[in-house]
Structure formats: C-alpha cells, structure tokens
C-alpha cells in the first residue's frame, strides 16, 4: 500500500441506501449483489487516484488529492451502478458525500473534523445522489466536463455547529430528482408521507397566513385521527419554502412529563449537548436568538406542557410554534385551530363525480387505488362512498383503514360491515362520538384479520417507537412466520407504516391512536407479561450494542440509534422497576440489568437527572425486599454515585459509592471493585480530599492489572494523571497520561484517547513547559474537537490559555479564557477548584502584569468567537513559538 497523501484532500464516503431491505428481498443473492457493488466502486476510485482508507459493511472512506478526480470518480461509479443488472431486479441506490479539507494523519487513517463533515455530508444524501461541499465546489467549479453542480443553500448537519453550504451533482445517466437533504432545520426533519394532503388547501393557505402574520404560538386542536400531525407537517414544509427559518419536527406522543418533553426538544434541535447541562437549558440557549420555527405533535397528554411552551416563547423572541393537542394550551399568545374531520357531500343527487370527489371521497379513493389499482369512483359506487364517509364522521384514519379493504369488499360490503360493527369502550378521555367512530373503526379492521395477524398485531403493541425486523423477530411470536411477510399485510390494511430511519433503512411505525388500540389488546391478553419480558431483553440487547458503539470510533452511529430506542428503553425500564414487582424476580432483574448499558449514554450526553431517578428507583425498589449484597444493587448506588458527582452533589454521591464499594468487595467481585474504587476516588478528589483519592485510585489500577482488564485500567490512568498534577508530581502525571492514551489506542476508544490527550497537554505544560506543551497542543486539537465533546473543548481551551500565558503572550491567553469562560457559563459547567488552581499557576502572573482595560476587552473578544475559532488561534502555526528540541 502506497504511504498516505498529506496536505489538502478530497474525502468520499459511501454507503447503500436501504441495505437492510436489499438484504430481506435479495436473500443469499445478497453476497453477489454486494460484491458487485465494491467492484464497480473500486474500479471507479482507482481509476481516478482514489486511496481506499476503510470499507466497512456497505460502505466506502476514499480520499483523493484532486478534487476533480474524486468528483469524476464518484459520478463515473454511481453510473456504472445505475448501468449494472442486479441479480433479482434489486436497484442498488448508493449515496455518496464530497468534503475537501485538511485532514490530520493518523497511523493508517484520518481523523479530525474534516473527515466527519464529509461522512455527514454523505448522511444527509440520498440513493444515487453525489452531495458536495462548498469547500469542494469551489475546487471544481460549477460545471465541467460531463457534470453539473445544483445549488442545495444551507444545511444544518447533526454534530456540527455551523451550517454547511452543500451541492448536488448532475450528469447524464445519473438520477436528477432527489428529495430535499436529511439535513437539520430543514423541510427534511419534517415527517414525510407517501401520499399527498387531501381537502386541506384551506387550512393549509389560513394557518400559514396567521403564523406569518405573526402569530406566535397555534395549537391545532381535535380529536384523535382528524389529522391534525399530516396537516401541521404540511404548514410547517409550506412555511419552510417561503421564508429564511429553520424548521424542527419534534414528536411527543410517547412522553408525558415536561423533563422528556425538553430531553426530546433540545434533541430535535441538536442543542449542543455537555454532561451537566440541563435539556431545557441547551434547547433555550439554542433558540434564543434564531429565527427558528418549531412543530409540537401530541402535547395533550403532558403535564405543564403550557410552562414548556411559555418558557420558550418567553426565551426566544423571535420563535414561531405550531403545536397539536386534543385540548388547547390556554395560554396568552395561543392562537387555537379546530381542525374538522374532511367535508363528506350531504347529498349526490344531481352532483357531478368530480363535484363530490373531495375531502373525505376524494381521500378514500386515492387510498382504495392504492390496494386496487381499478377502483373508480362511478355512478353504480358513489353513494355507498359517500354513506360510507359520513358513516366514519370524515375522520382521516377511519376512511383509510376502511378503504385499505376495497381489495376484497366493495363499498356496499364495507358500509354493511361497518353498520354492523358494534361501538367500543374507548379510554375517558376519548368519549367523543368521533372518537367512538374511530375507535370501533380500527376494531372492525383488527376483526377482520385472521387470528395469527391479531396475535401479531397486538404484540407490536409493546414497542413505543420505530422499529425494525430484527426487533419483531426478537419480541413477537410469529408461529415460524417470515416477520416481512406479517408487517407487510399489515401494512396494506393500514395498521402499521413504513417510515425512513435515521440512516436511510426502512422502519415500522404505529399511529399513536392504532398503537393506544394494540396496546389495549396486549393488556387483555394472556401472554402480556411474556411480550412485555421480550420487548425488555430486546432493549437491553441494544443498549448493550449501543454500549459497545459509544466507546469506540462509531459513537456518532451509536447516537442516531440511541434516538430511535430511547422511547422504548424507557417503557421498559418503567415496566420492569414498577413499584409492585418483585425484586428479585426475573422481571425486575431484567430492569436492573437495562441501567448498567445506559450509564455510558446517560453520563456523557447530558442525561444526568433522568439516569439518577431510574437508579434511585431500582434502590428503593431493592430496599423495600431488603435484598441482600448483590451485584444489582451495587449497580444502582454505582449509577446514582456516578451520576451525582457529575453534578456536584457530593452528599449523595460520597455515601452511595462507598456503599458500591464495600458491597462490590464483600462479593469477591474485582471488576466493580475496580470500578467503584476508581468512582469513589474521583468523588473523594471532588471533596479536596486528594491523599485518599489517590490511595482509591491505585487501587483501582491495582486491581484492573490483576484481572488483565484494559479498559478499567486505562480509565484508572486518566484519574491518575489528574490527582498527580494536585500533589505537584507532573513527570509521573506525564507518564501517566502516555501510558493512558496507548491503552485506550489499543481499546479503539477515540473519546478516551481525547481526555488523555487534553490531560497530556495539561501535563506537560507544568513538568515541561509551555514549548512543549503547545507543541502537543496543535497534535492534538482538531481530533479531541472533531468529538463534539463541549465539556472536554472547554478544558482544551483552558489549557491553550496557560500555554499561551507561559509563552507570553497575555492578549492571545486574555481572548482564550475568554472564550473557555462563555462556553462554560453557556454549557453550565463550573471549573473545578483543582484545576482552577493549575490554571492560576500560569494565568495569574499575565494577567496581574497587564493593564486592566487591555486584559478586560481580549476576554470580551474571546467572548465573541466559537469554539472552533478560537482552536484556530491556539494552534496557529505563524506565531512564534520555539519548538521543542
């Protein structure tokens, strides 16, 4: 393999559109298939000078020195796709993303923010299509030879702070109509429907006149199924191509406290995340001066959704809120929206058939066409529809579950079945006749499945969210059935959707009101509890993977997944450590086991006061059994010690991690041993108690070398480097700090290989100097950014502004704090005392020595750039700075 180039690169990242799909339908041609891609692809980038860096799965990291040649070799590949005779009649759709930059060499790879711009940029593509950068554009100008480039504006990505300005690629024998970017703030982050919204033109042309008007908050309200979401979403896509404001979709169905509704927020928006910041925090601080407009589906069930509500509108001045409720919201800026069932012709005599092909017929017909290409509405048919509308109240979802029978009955038959259909219980707070309608409505289609289809229908009752085939055949019991074959019948008689994941692959989603039916049915049956144990041994087996993904170089992916599970995680957890279970029983167990994979999750992406409640939960539940030493219960005080030193609170973490300590010794268990003694000393660190941290420590190191475990060992180094520079060893806090980064190199840790690196350069700045230290510095910078970790920036930061202190130069060290000081008071992350006193060390001295007013107005500046932008300054190459010899 040729030595890697250096310099200014063009990276391509590749990756298939819908694999898992192509892997259902292809079968054991799947091998062929994928084969058949890599070849044309490679042939492509090799011809064009590409050099393969990684090929994982489906996928493709390519970096090339000419932009031109990796545009050429990406459009060249995509047609020798589109051009191949895939086995089966499969189409393989691959989507390709172009970023040049300056990536950092890295042993036998790239790393830093380049490269994951271009793998983002790849993201937000679709099958087929080729997403450049500005930054490439440029390179390659706006046309050449055989190729065009399409303007796409401006895109929020997920993990990057600024917006990037993208382009798409045409070229003859290339697909030319994409739909819009899976970008952030964008039309993209907006649902999407196979079919069109029908009957709504008026409301859609009044809501989008009141909110730009300046309405600022209008609920649209009514009962379940009138499709208030579709009508919202279709607003919300109008409003986002007439003007210059981003656009965020955030769906509350499965939430019902005013914490989850700011967790699922402050997601939405991508709110930067840190460890002790607050979701309401970092979304208000996000939208406080944007011009943003928000969509928020399902709050009738939310307690204090009103005081969310307010506390944005009252935060953000400039914000536009489109909300859905059954019941309004009573505050003073609402604006309220009834929105009606679709209008259904009184009459038909004399009426012309298109005169009453609207609203309600107009909805049924499309859907009927949708089962039974021949259907048309004629003279023979079109009272039935219209007696059959009328019979369903015009309710959007009734029509459709109706219609998505024409396959087998014609309009008289539905109508006779519905009349006979007798009317369901439905919950209190659903006893409107409409409501009635639906109700007995989507009961009258689960009748007329056959008993295994009601089997399965009501056992996806017990997922919250989307989910895939793997999770149907973990949890549902199928009776040998292909679970494909049972989610696509369902799908035709409109039970279930297929909806887009958040890499491209297809999942499965219940509307609320279908899934509040399953759900009812679940409950009454005999295997509730067996269905409920499955869907909870399925969550803990991803958040298990999820687990194993955020603690190596795929944490980004392991994101995207954690968004899609988070909701069912949580159903399983309030399942499993409900008060009235046993605890020791095999259900509470399974709850217990589910916290130990989340903490990762919880601890790092500001998660900290929900992750604390559902271990205090497991401790109650645990005490009231009076269960004796066990691992579970060391578990839980590890989870609620952990999770509270992160905020502070020593008073309830010192005694809960020498509890988890004592208990963990007891057992004979040296893993969590290690683990707690190391916890236990980062708490007893916190309290200024650094003699006994450091005895805890090595005794954490100690035992993590005894039982060959790398990771406890190398999470054991990190502290130490730590409690080494407070007793003024800096030589051994060095050595410490190498050592660290080499074991978590072997791990394949990338965050943990960027803490140690912020701790080497710390380290060096006390035992060697400035020089060195700021040579390390600029080694090091780009990759421990690139990780999007606000908390550990902030203390990258801290360290260029001693180094530079060291070095001289006051104005430079004055803007770096600066800068370091914002993000903190921004992110809710106080500097410890510790390390404030190391930062004193070499701040203090400059900063006595310069004039008040020029220290002041340098800190001021720094206030004004980002994170980015002061890295930029701290690791300028021009300045003069003696390197080491």
């Known amino acids: ?496 959707e297929i909806v887009e994941g958040p890499d491209g692959e297809p999942m499965i989603f219940m509307l609320e009101t279908v899934r509040r039916f399953a759900r009812a049915r679940l409950q009454e049956s005999a295997e509730h509890d067996d269905v409920r144990m499955a869907h909870s041994r399925w969550c803990v087996h991803v958040a298990t993977q999820i687990k194993g993904l955020l603690n190596g170089p795929m944490q980004m992916s392991a994101l995207d997944r954690m968004k899609v599970v988070e909701e069912d995680i949580r159903a399983a957890l309030e399942w499993c450590l409900a008060s009235t279970v046993e605890p020791a029983g095999e259900r509470a167990a399974c709850g217990y086991a589910l916290l130990e994979p989340m903490n990762s999750y919880w601890y790092r992406f500001g998660r900290i006061s929900e992750g604390r409640a559902w271990h205090e939960r497991a401790l109650r539940l645990l005490a009231a059994a009076d269960v004796p030493d066990s691992t579970e219960v060391v578990d839980a005080l590890h989870g609620v010690g952990v999770l509270a030193v992160q905020q502070l609170d020593l008073t309830s973490a010192l005694p809960a991690l020498e509890r988890a300590l004592a208990m963990a010794h007891r057992l004979g268990d040296l893993d969590r041993e290690a683990r707690e003694s190391n916890s236990l000393g980062i708490a007893r660190r916190e309290a200024g108690d650094v003699e006994e941290a450091r005895t805890l420590i090595e005794r954490s190191l100690s035992i993590s070398r005894e039982i060959a475990d790398p990771h406890r060992e190398a999470t054991a180094l990190s502290n130490m480097v730590h409690v080494q520079m407070d007793i003024g060893d800096y030589s051994a806090a060095v050595e410490a700090a190498r050592t660290a980064i080499a074991a978590d190199t072997q791990l394949g840790d990338p965050w943990g290989v960027a803490v140690n690196q912020v701790n080497l350069v710390v380290a060096l700045l006390h035992s060697e100097g400035p020089e060195r230290a700021h040579h390390t510095l600029r080694e090091v910078a780009v990759e421990v950014i690139a990780l999007g970790d606000v908390e550990l920036s902030i203390e990258l930061l801290d360290a260029a502004a001693a180094i530079w202190a060291g070095l001289g130069d006051p104005q430079l060290a004055a803007t770096l704090l600066g800068v370091a000081e914002k993000e903190r008071q921004l992110a809710g992350i106080p500097r410890r005392a510790p390390d404030q006193r190391l930062l004193d060390r070499f701040i203090e001295p400059v900063h006595q020595a310069s004039p008040a007013g020029a220290w002041r107005d340098a800190r001021e500046r720094g206030a004004a750039l980002s994170i980015d932008e002061a890295v930029s300054q701290a690791t300028a190459s021009d300045r003069p700075v003696r390197m080491p010899a």
């Open 1 to 496: 393999m040729s030595p890697l180039p250096t310099g200014t690169l063009t990276m391509l990242f590749s990756d298939i559109e819908g694999s898992t799909s192509l892997l259902n339908g292809l079968g054991p041609r799947w091998g062929e298939a994928l084969s058949a891609q890599r070849r044309i692809l490679r042939a492509a980038f090799e011809a064009h000078g590409g050099q393969e860096i990684g090929t994982e799965g489906d996928s493709f990291f390519v970096v090339f020195t000419s932009a031109r040649e990796a545009l050429s070799a990406a459009v060249e590949g995509q047609r020798g796709l589109g051009e191949y005779a895939w086995p089966g009649g499969a189409r393989m759709r691959v989507r390709m993303g172009l970023h040049t930059g300056e990536p950092e060499r890295h042993e036998d790879d790239y790393i830093g923010l380049d490269v994951h711009r271009a793998a983002r940029i790849a993201g937000a593509a679709h099958g087929g299509q080729i997403v450049v950068s500005a930054a490439t554009q440029e390179l390659v100008g706006g046309r050449g030879d055989g190729y065009r480039l399409r303007d796409l504006g401006w895109h929020r990505l997920k993990d990057l702070r600024e917006p990037e300005h993208l382009f798409d690629v045409g070229a003859p024998g290339l697909d030319d109509a994409h739909p819009p970017l899976r970008s952030l703030g964008a039309g993209v982050s907006l649902p999407s429907y196979a079919t069109p919204l029908l009957g709504r033109d008026r409301e859609v042309a009044e809501l989008c006149s009141m909110v730009a008007d300046g309405c600022r908050l209008v609920t649209l309200t009514g009962t379940g199924g009138t499709g208030k979401t579709r009508l919202a979403v279709s607003v919300a896509r109008e409003l986002e191509g007439q003007f210059s404001r981003d656009v965020y979709f955030v769906p509350l169905h499965a939430h019902d406290r005013a914490d989850l509704m700011w967790s699922e927020i402050s997601d939405a928006l991508s709110a930067p995340a840190d460890a002790n910041g607050s979701p309401d925090e970092r979304a208000l601080r996000f939208l406080e001066d944007r011009e943003a407009l928000l969509v928020l589906d399902n709050l009738e069930q939310i307690t204090e959704a009103d005081l969310v509500v307010g506390r944005l509108l009252s935060a953000a001045p400039r914000l536009r809120i489109l909300a859905t409720s059954r019941r309004p919201l009573h505050l003073v800026d609402e604006q309220q929206y009834p929105v009606s069932p679709l209008p259904v012709p009184d009459d038909v005599d004399g009426l012309r058939l298109e005169e009453v092909q609207t609203g309600a017929v107009d909805l049924f017909v499309q859907r009927a066409r949708m089962v039974k290409p021949t259907f048309s509405l004629s003279r023979d048919n079109v009272a039935d529809v219209v007696a059959l509308c009328a019979r369903l109240d015009g309710l959007p979802l009734a029509v459709e579950l109706a219609a998505a029978r024409c396959r087998l009955l014609s309009p008289r038959a539905l109508l006779a079945r519905i009349d006979e259909r007798p009317s369901e219980t439905v919950p209190a707070a659903d006893r409107s006749q409409r409501q009635r309608t639906l109700w007995a409505t989507i009961a009258w289609s689960y009748d007329l499945l056959d008993s295994r289809d009601q089997r399965i229908f009501h056992q996806l009752g017990a997922f919250s969210s989307r989910f895939d085939l793997d999770a149907v055949a973990q949890v549902v019991v199928a009776e040998d059935r292909d679970p494909l074959d049972v989610v696509a019948h369902l799908v035709d008689v409109s039970l279930l």
